[in-house]
């Protein structure tokens, strides 16, 4: 079974890949452009308009938190979080998911076995067992005994181990698949304002509810958007732009991408970016526009590299630079999305400019460039099969 960098990895339903970007629409590659010259800044770069993004789709959003309180778990096995350290002294204070937290997953381990076997037992604890067993952080992996402790406290009340338990349940990790067993527990931990249940819920009612089921699902997004999920507020933002369980409205559509963004939500920086830069139910603004590319370029995104990479070829909300133009557009086409119009400018480019491009691409992809330092969970979505229509809601093409 494939892992996101924590918990479980569900199927992705549908995911638009960067490299699915249409290119039908772009304007011919330039023939014989004069080496220096800027493109014609007649209306908006060509093709900025909305690209192919990820939808909405089963993910593993389950994060381990002391009391409810919101936090990631380490990236890495070994890797320890900026955290504070848990103060040993605090009565208050959640030694085992402390632990967790900094990397210390067999202290983790023991501290949380020593409060799931306690009298009452410890629900959290238990849900963090399971966590350690799932993705095999300082015991050996065990999808089975995951799945038990998860069980045990789902039974107990833990929303976040009915959230797992579902995730696995649909997944069949660890035992059978029973999609109907899956959304019972989505709808128990939802109904505890568990909002990676809510989103999750949302996303099988959408692809396996049919029409009927928009309206709740989209309802449901909503409900995960409001306590804060940035995925669901991506979700929901393109629901309201396409009318899908809702009806349309541009403005708050824009409102709810602007809040994904503001949490680095990768797809909502792109298509938020591209809403300011066309002034589509927000105050257009260029320069805006450019930073949100950046800050989604920064973390690998294929799409907003290319962008980025148009931006400083017109020079639009940025001074023109044909070499950034150029290295932002080669990060891009590594990453397989291909730009026929942004080909051709680069080989309009004198040397000393594509040299320049060059030693820009390995600055930021070495060491502790920009691009090298992007987490593996904000890179672009890899290449899965095309939703059917009654799939979770896709991002419209203008």
């Known amino acids: 079974m494939s892992r996101l960098s924590t918990g479980f990895a569900i199927a992705v339903l549908a995911v638009a890949p960067a490299a699915a970007v249409e290119h039908q629409k772009k304007p011919p590659a330039p023939q014989q452009r004069p080496v220096q010259s800027a493109p014609a800044r007649t209306g908006a770069a060509p093709d900025l308009a909305r690209p192919e993004l990820p939808i909405p789709s089963f993910r593993d959003m389950m994060r381990i938190t002391p009391h409810g309180v919101p936090s990631a778990p380490p990236e890495g096995v070994a890797e320890e979080t900026a955290a504070p350290a848990e103060d040993p002294f605090d009565p208050n204070a959640d030694v085992a998911f402390g632990a967790y937290q900094r990397g210390l997953y067999l202290r983790a381990y023991d501290e949380a076995k020593r409060r799931a076997e306690a009298t009452p037992p410890d629900p959290a604890a238990m849900t963090l067992l399971g966590e350690l067993y799932a993705n095999g952080y300082g015991v050996s992996r065990a999808p089975e005994t995951a799945v038990g402790w998860y069980a045990r406290a789902a039974k107990a009340g833990d929303r976040q181990a009915m959230?797992?338990?579902?995730?696995?349940?649909?997944?069949?990790?660890?035992?059978?698949?029973?999609?109907?067993?899956?959304?019972?527990?989505?709808?128990?931990?939802?109904?505890?304002?568990?909002?990676?249940?809510?989103?999750?819920?949302?996303?099988?009612?959408?692809?396996?509810?049919?029409?009927?089921?928009?309206?709740?699902?989209?309802?449901?997004?909503?409900?995960?958007?409001?306590?804060?999920?940035?995925?669901?507020?991506?979700?929901?933002?393109?629901?309201l732009k396409d009318g899908r369980g809702v009806e349309k409205d541009p403005s708050a559509s824009a409102e709810w991408m602007r809040r994904?963004?503001?949490?680095?939500?990768?797809?909502?920086?792109?298509?938020?970016?591209?809403?300011?830069?066309?002034?589509?139910?927000?105050?257009?603004?260029?320069?805006?526009?450019?930073?949100?590319?950046?800050?989604?370029?920064?973390?690998?995104?294929?799409?907003?590299?290319?962008?980025?990479?148009?931006?400083?070829?017109?020079?639009?909300?940025v001074e023109r630079d044909p070499a950034k133009a150029a290295a932002w557009h080669a990060l891009a086409s590594r990453q397989g999305l291909q730009d026929p119009w942004l080909e051709g400018f680069v080989e309009t480019l004198p040397p000393e400019e594509r040299e320049a491009a060059s030693r820009l691409v390995a600055r930021w992809t070495e060491g502790f460039g920009p691009v090298a330092r992007a987490s593996e969970s904000d890179a672009p979505p890899s290449t899965s099969p095309q939703p059917s229509a009654a799939a979770a809601p896709a991002a419209s093409k203008p």
């Not at 920064?298 to 020079?315: P, W």
Request: aromatic share 8%; net charge neutral; charged share 25%.
């Open 163 to 239: 959230t797992a338990l579902a995730l696995a349940r649909v997944e069949g990790f660890g035992g059978p698949k029973d999609e109907k067993a899956a959304a019972a527990l989505f709808e128990q931990a939802g109904e505890k304002n568990e909002p990676e249940a809510l989103y999750n819920l949302a996303v099988m009612k959408f692809e396996r509810g049919g029409a009927p089921q928009q309206a709740v699902a989209a309802r449901l997004m909503k409900r995960a958007a409001e306590l804060g999920e940035a995925a669901a507020q991506y979700a929901y933002a393109v629901l």
């Open 260 to 317: 994904a963004a503001e949490q680095d939500d990768v797809a909502a920086l792109v298509e938020y970016g591209i809403a300011v830069f066309q002034g589509a139910g927000v105050v257009k603004n260029e320069a805006e526009a450019a930073r949100l590319f950046r800050r989604a370029a920064d973390r690998g995104n294929a799409i907003g590299q290319n962008r980025l990479a148009r931006l400083y070829a017109y020079g639009r909300g």
